[in-house]
C-alpha cells in the first residue's frame, strides 16, 4: 500500500536539476565537450518547466491562503456519487468536516466552471489515476497534504477495511494538527476596537470568530466613526456581517448622518450581505433618501440585482405602512 500522506518535494526537484546543470556547464567549460552543452540545454529546459509549476502551485496557495484560510477552510474534498464510497463520505467525513471543507463532486464535473476549487484540485489531485477520493489539507504556503482514498475503498470489497481505518485517522489526525497550527499562527487577542477592526481589515475571519465567542461586544458608543458591523459591510464582508448580526449588532447601527450597514454593503457590491441585512431588518432609507436613489446618487445605479432587491424591501415596507 502506498504512504497515508503525499509528500511532493517541488524543491528538491528544483535543486537536482540545478546541480546537474551546473555540472553540465562545468564539464563543458572543463573539456569543451560539444556533448555538454546540449545536456546543459536540456537541463535549462527541465529546470525552467519545474520553476514555472513551483511558481504556479505557490501563487494557488497564495490565493487559497487569502480567499480560502481566512474564512476558516482547511481542505479540498472530492469525491463521487459512486456507490462505494459515498454514504460512508456523507455520514462519517462531511458530519465531522462541517464548514471547514470546500467540496467538489467528481459526478458533476460536467457542470464545473473552472474556478479556485477546481484548479486545486487539477493540480494537486488529477495527475494521479487515485484522485477520487481524495483530500488536500493546506498548510499554509507549504505544500499541502493529498490523502487519496480509491484503493483503500478497493479493499474493503477485498475484505481489508483496515486499510480504510488506518488512512482516515491518518487523514483526521493530519487536518487536526494542522488546522491547530494555523488557528496559532493567526489567533490574535483583540483587546480593543482598533484591533477589532484591524483584524476586520485583514479579513481575519478566526480572530473575529474567537472575539466574539469571548464575549466581546459587538456594538460601541454611536459616536465611533465605525462600528464592528460597518466595517464589515464596507469590506462587503459577508460572513462577517452574518457574524456580527448573529452576535446582535444592531442592522441599523452608525452615526445618524452617515451611511448605514446596508449602504456600505451595497456600495461593496456584496448582495449576499446586503440580503442578509434586510432580513435582519436593515432600514431602506438614510441621509433623508430612499437606499436606491442613494445608491443611485453614489455613481452605483448599475449595480441591478443590489438595487432590485433594496427595492423589493422598500416597496414590502411601503406596503406593510398602508395597511
Known amino acids: 500500500m502506498p504512504e497515508a500522506i503525499e509528500r511532493s518535494n517541488s524543491l528538491g526537484c528544483l535543486a537536482s536539476i540545478v546541480l546537474y546543470v551546473v555540472v553540465c556547464a562545468v564539464i563543458f567549460a ?9 545536456l546543459t540545454v536540456i537541463g535549462v529546459f527541465a529546470l525552467t518547466a519545474v520553476a514555472i ?3 504556479y502551485r505557490l501563487a494557488l496557495l497564495v490565493i487559497v491562503e487569502q480567499k480560502w484560510s481566512r474564512r476558516g ?3 479540498l474534498l472530492v469525491y463521487s456519487n459512486s456507490p462505494t464510497w459515498e454514504s460512508h463520505i456523507r455520514q462519517a467525513w462531511l458530519s465531522r468536516l462541517g464548514d471547514t471543507a470546500v467540496v467538489l463532486n467528481w ?7 473552472g474556478g479556485l476549487a477546481v484548479r486545486v484540485f487539477r493540480e494537486f489531485c488529477s495527475r494521479w489515476h487515485n484522485y477520487n477520493p481524495a483530500m488536500v489539507i493546506f498548510r499554509g504556503l507549504r505544500q499541502p497534504y493529498v490523502f487519496r482514498f480509491f ?3 478497493q479493499q474493503i470489497g477485498a475484505g481489508r477495511p483496515e486499510y480504510l481505518s488506518r488512512l482516515e ?3 483526521f489526525e493530519t487536518l487536526r494538527l494542522a488546522t491547530a497550527e494555523r488557528l496559532d499562527a493567526a489567533r490574535r487577542s483583540i483587546t480593543e476596537l482598533g ?4 483584524a476586520i481589515k485583514r479579513g481575519d475571519v478566526i480572530a473575529v470568530r474567537e472575539y466574539l465567542q469571548s464575549g466581546g461586544p459587538v456594538s460601541v458608543d454611536k459616536g465611533h466613526n465605525w462600528t464592528p458591523l460597518t466595517m464589515a459591510a464596507h469590506r462587503g464582508n459577508s460572513e462577517m456581517v452574518r457574524m456580527f448580526l448573529d452576535a446582535g449588532a444592531d442592522p441599523n447601527e452608525g452615526w445618524p448622518d452617515s451611511d448605514t450597514p446596508l449602504v456600505l454593503a451595497a456600495m461593496a457590491g456584496s448582495l449576499t450581505a446586503v440580503r442578509l441585512l434586510l432580513a435582519r431588518g436593515a432600514r431602506t432609507d438614510a441621509r433623508g433618501m430612499s437606499v436606491p436613489d442613494l445608491l443611485r446618487h453614489y455613481g452605483y445605479g448599475r449595480q441591478t440585482r443590489i438595487l432590485e432587491a433594496v427595492q423589493e424591501a422598500r416597496d414590502r415596507e411601503e406596503r406593510g405602512t398602508d395597511r
Open 151 to 153: 484503493e483503500a475503498f
Open 53 to 55: 509549476q513551483y511558481l
Open 30 to 38: 572543463a573539456t569543451s565537450w560539444p556533448a555538454a552543452i546540449a
Open 73 to 75: 477552510l482547511r481542505c
Open 195 to 198: 484591533e477589532l477592526h484591524r
Open 107 to 113: 459526478s458533476e464535473r460536467q457542470s464545473w466552471l
Open 169 to 171: 485517522a491518518e487523514m
